[in-house]
């Protein structure tokens, strides 16, 4: 821990006398308008540095450069996107112990999980990188009549906008695929959680990325965010985030037609036949809501359980939930660190009182340690019902709840009753069973016997409430790309 803290100080020390600054053209610049926010650790409040603040007039700038350097980087060969995206990824790995302290630092995430999260962010940019050359090509599908040809051709300048729970790996996400399709980019990452995204900025010029391609504007969602969705340069808008947060941009971006990409909220469900191998399913339960704080829009944080194993399943996973360890982020044992901000602290403990009034059992947790630092004690709901206010709504932290079910047709009926469709995860040993509920069950990507592993060639994005659109593999390249259809007599 001592040693994780020194280093972590060496990486800040940097930002002390300039600040987070945006990055527009290739030139670091505060704020247009001179204003700054700041960003505090959610470990103990410290500060960690001002962050330009930027608005409607930093966006503008940086929607023209991303403009006026999308031409080049578009007709640019593939095979040199190639190179760079992979430059890019080295620039990760080289500087992935940064990244991680910084990004727990600023987040609150253990960094026995984010070590792995800076990784996932050089593969993406690998995996898109190596996609690069042939994204582009079209297809032929010729008739009696007409010699059709199909083509992909970059959108243009896009804006990506990403929130503060991995907000490193996120963004990789997003970004990779975009410059890889030949877009350029304009990204507004999360005001609480702005270090990471400034360094992964670093590495893509040092790695050769023309100026322009990529521009970093910091701010509030309701300034910059805002502006961006309405620019009339920026021709899509990938967004993850809440839901409700999904509608304002949709409404924002309605005068330019903004196409758009959502990944939002969710309330995913696991479910857990008496059949299943419980000791596994017992794992990845945990491992799927009291990992990355609960802070995870994949988690699991409603467990559906049959109620003939009910009793033992739930016993064990309270015994098990005591044990996790709550602590210092940068401590490589932590599994929990603190949550991001006050703001979400109280939105996640005024649930203990909820759970309290909906009438269910607090069997473990329901508590938060003394401060300093926006700490919370893993918890687990048990004997709630469906209906429940802390059954339906998205609480975004170690809370898992855990709810019974009768037989197969009500464990659907209960997954599929809530406003949210991201995931879900069955447990059985069935499989006739397990194809029934998988196709029964709303939801963007399930799991059978499995926590959520991602393969990066399968689509990811949810229904309902839980977003718009997919990405991952050529899914990805769907959303930054324009296909053209051309039919020549013959
Ligand atoms: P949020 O919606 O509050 O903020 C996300 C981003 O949107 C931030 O950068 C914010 O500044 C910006 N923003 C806010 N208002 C805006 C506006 N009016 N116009 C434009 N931009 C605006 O979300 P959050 O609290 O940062 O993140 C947590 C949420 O993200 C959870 O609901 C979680 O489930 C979701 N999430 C979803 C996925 C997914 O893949 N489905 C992944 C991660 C997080």
New binding site residues.
């Given amino acids: 821990l001592d040693r994780n803290i020194s280093t972590l100080q060496r990486h800040l020390d940097r930002f002390a006398d300039t600040g987070i600054l945006n990055r527009i053209n290739g030139q670091s610049l505060p704020a247009r308008s001179g204003e700054w926010f700041d960003t505090h650790s959610p470990v103990d409040e410290s500060h960690i540095a001002r962050v330009a603040r930027g608005g409607a007039a930093d966006i503008d700038a940086a929607a023209k450069a991303a403009a006026d350097a999308f031409p080049a980087w578009r007709d640019m060969a593939g095979t040199e996107r190639k190179k760079i995206l992979h430059a890019i990824a080295d620039g990760i790995v080289a500087r992935a112990e940064e990244i991680a302290l910084c990004e727990c630092w600023d987040t609150g995430q253990a960094l026995r999980f984010m070590s792995k999260a800076a990784l996932r962010g050089a593969d993406n940019f690998r995996f898109f990188a190596d996609r690069a050359p042939a994204a582009r090509d079209g297809q032929m599908l010729p008739s009696a009549t007409l010699m059709n040809v199909t083509t992909r051709t970059p959108l243009g300048p896009v804006g990506i ?6 907000p490193f790996m ?1 963004s990789t996400w997003k970004i990779a695929p975009a410059l890889a399709a030949g877009c350029t980019v304009v990204h ?5 959680s702005p270090l990471t995204a400034r360094i992964l900025m670093e590495i893509a010029e040092e790695a050769g990325l023309p100026p322009g391609v990529w521009n970093l504007v910091n701010g ?3 300034e910059a ?2 502006a ?2 309405e620019h009339p340069a920026i021709k899509a808008i990938a ?5 409700r ?1 999904g509608s ?2 949709m409404k ?1 971006g309605a005068d330019t037609l903004k196409r758009v990409h959502f ?4 309330k995913n469900p696991v479910i857990v036949f008496d059949d299943a191998d419980q000791d596994r399913a017992l794992d990845a339960a945990i491992f799927m809501i009291y990992s990355l704080n609960g802070e ?3 988690s699991s944080s409603r467990l559906l359980v049959q109620d003939s194993i009910a009793d033992n399943f739930e016993e064990k996973l309270a015994a098990r939930v005591n044990n996790i360890k709550v602590g210092h982020p940068l401590d490589p044992q932590t599994e929990i660190g603190p949550l991001i901000h006050k703001v979400h602290f109280d939105k996640v403990t005024s649930y203990f009182d909820i759970a309290r009034q909906n009438g269910a059992t607090i069997a473990a947790g329901g508590t938060a340690p003394d401060g300093p630092g926006h700490y919370v004690n893993p918890t687990l709901f048990t004997h709630a019902t469906n209906d429940m206010t802390v059954a339906q709504e ?1 609480i ?1 932290g170690p809370v898992l709840t855990s709810i019974r079910f009768k037989d197969e047709d009500e464990a659907i009926a209960l997954a599929n009753e809530t406003q949210y469709g ?1 995931t879900a995860y069955v447990w059985t040993n069935d499989i006739t069973r397990a194809m029934r509920t998988t196709q029964a069950i709303e939801a963007g990507m399930i799991w059978v016997n499995s926590e959520n592993v991602r393969h990066l060639p399968t689509p ?1 994005g ?1 229904v309902k409430a ?2 718009i659109g997919r990405d991952g593999g050529d899914w990805s390249f769907d959303f930054y790309m324009e296909t053209k259809h051309v039919g020549f007599a013959t």
């Fill in positions: 906008i990403t929130p503060w729970n991995t996120l507004k990452p999360a005001e609480f509030l969602g309701e965010g805002k961006l969705t967004f993850v985030g809440e839901s947060t304002m941009i924002q990944e939002l909220g969710g995870r829009c994949t998205e975004f991201l990811f949810g839980s977003g």
